[in-house]
């Protein structure tokens, strides 16, 4: 089982809906859950970052963690087709070192 | 301000050949990663340097060196490359480890 797991889609939405994806781990000593975006020929850029359980909001992008079912989630509303990316969970003990990164979910936000 | 930029862009080696992927950043971080990216398997840490001076190894270190040359610069050298090294390359750098991390552009290697 891979530490950390996601389903790698590709997942196809009209624009304006409400995406979710989806990471699940399996080392219950992480602490720090990061998402990164990353456009197709790009490098990876940090969108959110939440640190033990709970919610974190920023603009149309929710995070949240639920660290008893091993399960982080990152919300989309009102999608757009600039969303259009590749999605990266990572997480790590001690912020900013060690992380261990998902495979990625690769979204398409149709017009 | 060009954040992180890796050179080159793109490159194809035969099996044995050697090269080195160069990296840089003009933010003044004193942290350097060097990750590979491989469908399926996510970003995976090869090695780092926390400052100038020092490096140390990540998830997947062999069959690489890496060079701290100076605050800005960080090099990842494939001495001999084997078929198992195709992958895209990805240098970050933060302004410490426990920072958050920037990552440049990428190097796509062909192993052949």
């Known amino acids: 089982q891979k530490e950390v797991e996601q389903d790698p889609g590709p997942l196809s939405v009209p624009e304006g809906a409400i995406v979710s994806l989806n990471c699940t781990y399996s080392?219950?000593?992480?602490?720090?859950f990061m998402w990164y975006r990353q456009y197709s020929r790009k490098g990876p850029e940090l969108l959110m970052y939440?640190?033990?359980?709970g919610n974190k909001e920023d603009g149309r992008f929710t995070a949240q963690v639920d660290k008893s079912s091993k399960y982080i989630s990152l919300f989309i509303r009102d999608s757009q087709p600039s969303d259009s990316a590749t999605y990266l969970c990572a997480m790590s003990v001690n912020y900013g070192q060690n992380f261990v990164f998902g495979p990625g979910t690769r979204l398409s936000v149709l017009p | 301000n060009a954040g992180v930029t890796q050179t080159p862009k793109f490159q194809v080696l035969k099996t044995g050949q050697s090269m080195t992927l160069q990296c840089a950043q003009d933010?003044?971080?004193?942290?350097m990663y060097w990750y590979r990216q491989d469908p399926g398997m996510g970003l995976r840490l090869i090695y780092y340097s926390a400052s100038e001076g020092t490096t140390d190894k990540g998830e997947v270190p062999n069959g690489y060196n890496v060079s701290r040359l100076n605050k800005r610069e960080f090099s990842l050298r494939l001495e001999s490359a084997a078929p198992s090294q195709t992958s895209v390359y990805f240098c970050?750098?933060?302004?410490?480890?426990?920072?958050?991390?920037?990552f440049g552009p990428g190097t796509r290697l062909t192993v052949l």
């Open positions: 970050a750098s933060s302004p410490g480890l426990t920072d958050t991390q920037y």
């Open positions: 939440t640190y033990s359980s």
């Open positions: 933010m003044n971080h004193n942290s």
């Open positions: 080392n219950s000593a992480f602490q720090y």
